[in-house]
């Protein structure tokens, strides 16, 4: 369980667009949707092992993310930014929560502005393998197979984010020290013990009376559900009412109490966002700016270009110009230590 070749594991990116952040962290299939406008600024911190893989991602702005990580394996996201509270699906991380995720099943992570969390991907061969004297296997895999999101005792959270945030700070300043045999052997061994006493001690969520609110977080959650199922397609106000059995009071005063705005301007922020990985993306089929907005149900051309500069502080044409620059993501990124790439045993976006 020891490091490859630097220059293959050991990535620190600095993005300023929410495309290049989605696409920087390796072997993850993730769709980011930015909530909030303004100048998107973020950065991965990332170091690869055999079997784990341990980041930190901090992003400027609110973000709605859909992710997936490879099969075989499990993730945890660990809050790093006291105060500020994400949600994994309808629950809330807090401050005294892990959020965790099996591999191979697609998670929602929504972010608050200026959010940071650590993340530790780590398969079940590493997870369980000689482990069987130090936990209950079965245990630990029921837990981290049904809750997004689990109770943990501060002190040992806090032992965790110390020895990963140590570990990541040492992996970008001097490589080679994690690299050697033994020193390789060591932290792998202290990772793990620090994540396994983490997790003897969580417990999962108290159930919550269904009240107003969460009954809203989950209406709101079928509408995201629906809408990422119909990417080809725009989808209305009424298509949402149709497929959710609500009406439209009820569908707007879920959307003004959970996400802040009404279903339409959601609906349109969604569009927006899929019209910039359109333009941004090499692996786009619209060709020009017009192709993309009318793909996406924008036919007021010129309302899009002014929605769409609100949103990501510049205008269409230069996200489409973006596109051809040889940089990561199709956006200028500072990458250090970097490498494009991934585990054999991953699967890659």
């Known amino acids: ?35 909030h406008p303004g100048h ?17 991602e901090y992003t400027s702005l609110a973000l709605r993310q859909s992710c997936m990580v490879k099969p075989e394996s499990f ?22 929560c892990l959020a965790v995720s099996a591999g191979g099943e697609e998670f929602e992570l929504n972010t608050p502005d200026e959010y940071a969390i650590l993340g530790m991907v780590i398969s079940h061969d590493t997870l369980f393998q ?14 981290l197979s049904q809750q997004s999101a689990l109770i943990v005792e501060p ?27 033994n020193a390789g052997k060591a932290l792998n061994h202290h990772l793990l013990m620090a994540l396994l006493t983490l997790l003897e001690s969580a ?23 629906y809408v ?48 910039h990985r359109e333009l941004i993306s090499p692996f786009s089929r619209c060709h ?18 002014t929605d769409y500069q609100l949103l990501f502080n510049e205008k269409p044409s230069a996200t489409l110009r973006l596109r051809h620059q040889p940089t990561h993501g199709g956006r200028r990124t500072t990458l250090m230590l970097n490498s494009s790439l991934a585990l054999d045993s991953m699967v890659v976006r």
């Open 203 to 225: 417990h999962p969520l108290p159930s919550q009376t269904p009240g107003r609110r969460m009954g809203y977080r989950r209406l709101v959650n079928g509408a995201r559900e």
């Open 75 to 96: 993730w945890l996201g660990i809050p790093a930014t006291p105060g500020a509270v994400g949600f994994i699906g309808s629950q809330p991380i807090e401050e005294n």
């Open 1 to 35: 369980m020891l490091l490859r070749e630097e220059d293959e594991n050991i990535h620190h990116y600095f993005t300023q667009d929410v495309y290049a952040q989605s696409c920087a962290i390796t072997a993850w299939q993730q769709l980011y949707d930015q909530i």
């Open 288 to 305: 020009n700016v017009t192709d993309a907005a009318m793909s996406w149900g924008f036919w007021h051309l010129s309302q899009f270009a």
């Open 155 to 181: 002190h040992k959270k806090a032992a965790l984010c110390a020895l990963v945030h140590q570990v990541l700070w040492y992996g970008c300043a001097d490589p080679q020290r994690i690299q050697r045999g």
């Open 40 to 56: 998107f600024q973020g950065e991965l911190t990332e170091i690869l092992f055999d079997g784990i893989q341990l980041c930190r």
């Open 228 to 275: 990422l199922d119909r990417t080809s397609e725009p989808v209305t106000v009424l298509d949402l009412c149709r497929e959710l059995y609500v009406s439209r009071r009820t569908l707007q005063t879920a959307f003004c109490d959970v996400v802040g705005v009404g279903p339409n301007s959601w609906l349109k922020m969604i569009r927006l966002n899929a019209v």
């Open 130 to 143: 000689d482990t069987d004297m130090l936990v209950d296997q079965e245990q630990i895999f029921r837990l």
